[in-house]
């Protein structure tokens, strides 16, 4: 099997507000094991507050007050060699970004400087990697990427106003994976695009990841684009990854019952038969309940279950879950 | 009292509330002046501060600290006149125009730009030349109250205009709302901290200004002032003849004002800002 | 056949742009359709497409620059009277249920002030008991919203308090403007079954606009798709979404991804860049992009044709007769 190319151990972040002297701690990632392998498109999804942005923002170590790393590992494997990523040196990050690791935050789409070029704004981003280059030399590299990736080269020379939000984000994307790095965090790519152009940012990931071969970690809430282009899926609830398994097996034979509903609520076309939501509503990160933090909503609640938050079980060497219906199940099997 | 707690808190709120308290006790206690400020030589003359005369006398024979009472009550009426009226202008004005808009807003926004424009301070110095003579507390803040209120009604229209755009209008259009209470119950809670800060930023320019007319001797000269009270000590040379007490104390008690409310301002609308309100809400 | 409220020829146009260079989008173009009691009639299309500008105007938030909204009660035109019967018989609930309500003030106050403006009840104990049956309705009640401000509910509860709003004056008829968009994954379904439920238990139509073909074939009985300002096509949902018509519905219903690992897309598409292009296009506004376009598309705009139960505005089903007209 591929090495992890990308691995995390029981990763915990949490925010610490002050307001007025009263202190919250929004514990958004709550001990998260990730094992991203080299060669697949890894999605990671899960609901609106429920950590995903903020475990890409641990990932990538993007991490500022009042975000504050509390315990638990990140490593990135660069040249057959695991590095923590937490003791880099500054100059280390930034050497490994966009070189090793890109990120594409939420809404980045928005972000280029409006006056100037998009060539111009992407030229700051990467400088620092093209030392022995000149700025030519860098665009004509720029360019043959969007050629490849059947891009129009014109975007270039273009000021963001005069692109359409999808084709910003593709630009955005596409720019983004220039170094050819080894891992590409992409954070909702799709949200607020028009289905026809989700589909054209989905085309992007895909050819991206079939020429550099490398790892693509997507996060969306969107089933359907999961369905589409993920290889393995990992669901996340209340900061915690409650379910992992390769997208076949998630949409067939789903685990946990937060995964069950997030699946069976999704309407189908062809299909006009009674679609049910999660009762209840999704906890707040600041205010946790004991025990699984689905458990308020669970339908097959256990007694432990509001009692102790499950260990996440393999049910085969691909699939895990974290509930307590499963360690009891695989417990009866083996006695 | 959750609120006064809360304001405490800043040191700036704590520093400004206590001069202006200082300063208002020192207003209030004119009321209880044993002179009549108007009159001369009801003390003796050129006298340095000493416990019998707190801030010292000036060469009218007057007691400064009493004429300084009179001088900081004054100051803060034609303040309050002149603030108080500017902002009902600027928020009826800003309001209107923000939430009507069309050729009603259009016409407003040309009259508060007009305002706007034209070189204000010569204006006021010319109308002030003109009814120089029935100058008294009143007319001085009718006249600021007409000239600050443009770009305040600018600044409010212009945040009504984007409080429009949300979605809780439409739900309270929806639920039957009338325009008036719209802007009541909907607005009001945003709006309510820019007219405060606006309300304290301008009566700090009021008491500018009034300084600025009486040393150009265009307020009556017998109403005092923390203006007349320089322009006194100055057209007596006070400074030449080292008096220094005299021209001291109206410098020193109008920093004191113009730093206290600057403070008062920015720690209230600080806590009053709807975004800052809206975390305490939800904590 | 009876019509709740009738859209006819509704035309919006905005203009953009400065005195010098000034551009006329035409975001509504002669767009009519029909809303049945106890029915929901989807609005579908993607952004852009003039599907919110339509509902802001049958809400009386925006002027039509020519057409009409007839309503069955009151077909009158008069504005005085059109804001008495939009917002009593036409309730609406919007995108965003953050901002629907303000964040300074009691949720609750909402329910108190509709009841007060419309003189629905005339005692506070029969306000409340209205206002807790409306909030049972959508699976609340008025113990658990009164009193609280709006950042103390989650986004899928206050989209339900906002319908639950809505309800207090019984109407007959609920715009809903992309009502879950904003709204959590696992809580999508529990506000698009509630409108199946009150249509069916108490035979409130909505007119629902949406991007989401997939809720929209799960909720509506009919639907209208609409793309840069004119509907392509309408009819029975089954009918548009399951055998589409119009090229732009094939593309728009291939585009929705499946929820199913096995059905990847593998086709690629060609993405437009320049919106305001299409807008202006003198012909169909999707010959530009059209897998099938023939020279005609390019010239004129096609007329609605009534193909079985559905109307297509599409050169392709031109009937030989009209298609020499």
Not at chain 2, 22 to 36: G, V
Not at chain 2, 163 to 186: D, H, K
Request: neutral net charge; contains cysteine; charged residues 20%.
């Amino acid at each position: 099997m591929n090495k992890p190319v990308l691995r995390t151990e029981n990763l915990k972040a949490f925010y610490v507000l002050d307001v007025h002297g009263d202190q919250t701690v929004v514990k958004a990632v709550n001990g998260v094991n990730l094992h991203i392998r080299e060669n697949e498109v890894y999605g990671i999804a899960g609901e609106s507050g429920c950590g995903k942005s903020t475990l890409l923002k641990t990932l990538y170590g993007a991490i500022e007050p009042p975000l504050r790393l509390m315990g638990g590992k990140v490593y990135y494997r660069v040249v057959d060699e695991e590095l923590d990523a937490s003791r880099l040196s500054a100059e280390d990050k930034r050497y490994l970004r966009w070189e090793f690791i890109s990120y594409v935050p939420q809404g980045s789409m928005s972000v280029h400087n409006p006056v100037l070029k998009l060539k111009e704004t992407f030229h700051d981003f990467i400088s620092a990697h093209l030392s022995g280059k000149t700025r030519e030399e860098a665009f004509e590299i720029a360019k043959a990427w969007l050629v490849e990736l059947g891009l129009p080269t014109k975007i270039l020379d273009a000021y963001p106003h005069q692109l359409s939000g999808g084709m910003k984000q593709r630009v955005t994307i596409a720019l983004a994976a220039l170094l050819k790095p080894k891992v590409i965090i992409c954070d909702e790519p799709t949200t607020a695009l028009d289905v026809v152009v989700q589909r054209g940012v989905v085309q992007l990931l895909k050819s991206i990841q079939r020429e550099l071969q490398n790892s693509i970690v997507l996060v969306t809430h969107d089933m359907g684009i999961h369905a589409n282009v993920a290889d393995r899926i990992a669901i996340m609830y209340a900061g915690v990854i409650v379910e992992e398994a390769p997208a076949a097996t998630v949409f067939g034979s789903p685990q946990h019952p937060y995964t069950r509903y997030l699946i069976n609520s999704l309407p189908r076309f062809g299909d006009k038969s009674a679609r049910e939501s999660a009762p209840g509503n999704p906890p707040l990160l600041s205010n946790l309940p004991g025990g699984c933090p689905f458990h308020p909503r669970c339908p097959y609640v256990l007694e432990i279950c509001k009692r102790e938050m499950p260990e996440t079980v393999a049910l085969n060497q691909n699939h895990k879950a974290a509930c307590w219906l499963v360690v009891e199940r695989e417990d009866g099997k083996t006695p | 009292m959750k609120v006064l707690k809360d304001l405490f808190e800043d040191y700036r709120f704590v520093v400004s509330f206590t001069i202006l308290c200082a300063l208002l006790l020192l207003a209030i206690l004119s009321l209880f002046s044993p002179h009549d400020p108007t009159l001369w030589g009801t003390a003796p003359r050129d006298i340095k501060p000493s416990w019998e005369h707190l801030f010292g006398t000036n060469s009218k024979g007057q007691d400064l600290f009493w004429q300084a009472a009179f001088a900081v009550r004054n100051s803060l009426i034609i303040a309050l006149i002149a603030a108080s009226l500017s902002r009902v202008i600027a928020v009826l004005v800003g309001m209107v125009a923000g939430y009507k808009g069309g050729m009603t807003g259009t016409v407003l926004m040309f009259f508060s730009d007009v305002f706007l424009v034209i070189p204000l301070f010569l204006i006021i110095v010319m109308l002030a030349m003109l009814v120089r003579e029935r100058m008294n507390l009143v007319t001085l803040g009718l006249l600021l109250a007409a000239f600050g209120w443009s770009w305040d009604a600018r600044v409010i229209r212009s945040q009504i205009l984007s409080l429009r755009e949300r979605g809780f209008t439409q739900t309270a259009v929806l639920s039957g709302t009338g325009t008036v209470r719209l802007v009541l119950n909907e607005y009001m809670p945003f709006t309510t901290p820019l007219i405060f800060s606006t309300l304290i930023n301008n009566m700090a320019w009021v008491i500018g200004l009034e300084i600025t007319l009486a040393f150009l001797g265009l307020v009556n000269m017998d109403i005092p002032t923390l203006g007349t009270m320089l322009q006194w000590a100055i057209s007596y040379q006070a400074i030449l003849l080292g008096y220094w007490w005299w021209i001291v104390t109206p410098i020193v008690l109008s920093v004191l004002l113009f730093v206290a409310l600057y403070w008062l301002s920015v720690s209230i609308s600080e806590y009053l800002d709807p975004r800052t309100r809206i975390q305490r809400v939800g904590a | 056949m009876e019509k709740l409220l009738e859209v006819d020829r509704l035309t919006k146009v905005f203009t953009l742009g400065t005195m010098i260079s000034r551009v006329r989008i035409t975001a509504v173009d002669n767009v009519s359709f029909f809303v049945r009691p106890a029915e929901i009639f989807a609005l579908a299309g993607e952004s852009g497409c003039g599907k919110t500008t339509t509902a802001r105007i049958i809400l009386g938030f925006e002027q039509a620059t020519s057409g009409q909204v007839i309503h069955k009660e009151r077909p009158e035109r008069d504005s005085k009277h059109r804001k008495v019967w939009f917002s009593e018989s036409i309730q609406a609930i919007f995108q965003d249920p953050f901002s629907t309500f303000n964040p300074l003030r009691i949720v609750d106050r909402y329910f108190f002030e509709t009841v007060r403006h419309y003189k629905l009840e005339d005692n506070r104990e029969a306000t409340i008991k209205r206002i807790d049956q409306k909030l049972k309705a959508v699976g609340l009640s008025y113990e658990e919203v009164a009193g609280r401000y709006p950042s103390e509910f989650s986004g899928g509860q206050l989209q339900r308090i906002s319908i639950a709003r809505a309800l207090l004056t019984d109407p007959i008829l609920m715009i809903a403007d992309e009502p879950v968009s904003m709204v959590d994954a696992s809580l999508r379904m529990s506000i698009v079954n509630l409108f199946k439920k009150l249509k069916e238990d108490i035979g409130v139509s909505v007119l629902y606009i949406t991007h989401d073909l997939a809720t929209a074939y799960y909720v509506s009985d009919r639907i209208a798709i609409m793309f840069r300002g004119n509907i392509v096509e309408m009819g029975p949902v089954e009918q548009v979404l399951m055998e589409p018509r119009h090229p732009y519905t094939r593309l728009l219903r291939e585009s929705i991804p499946e929820v199913d690992p096995d059905m990847r897309w593998s086709e690629m598409i060609t993405l437009t860049d320049i919106e305001q292009e299409e807008y202006l296009r003198r012909g169909c506004k999707f010959a530009g992009r059209c897998p099938m376009v023939m020279d005609v598309c390019k010239d004129i705009m096609p007329q609605d044709i009534t193909v079985g139960d559905v109307q297509v505005k599409c050169h392709l089903y031109n009937s030989p007769s009209s298609g020499s007209s």
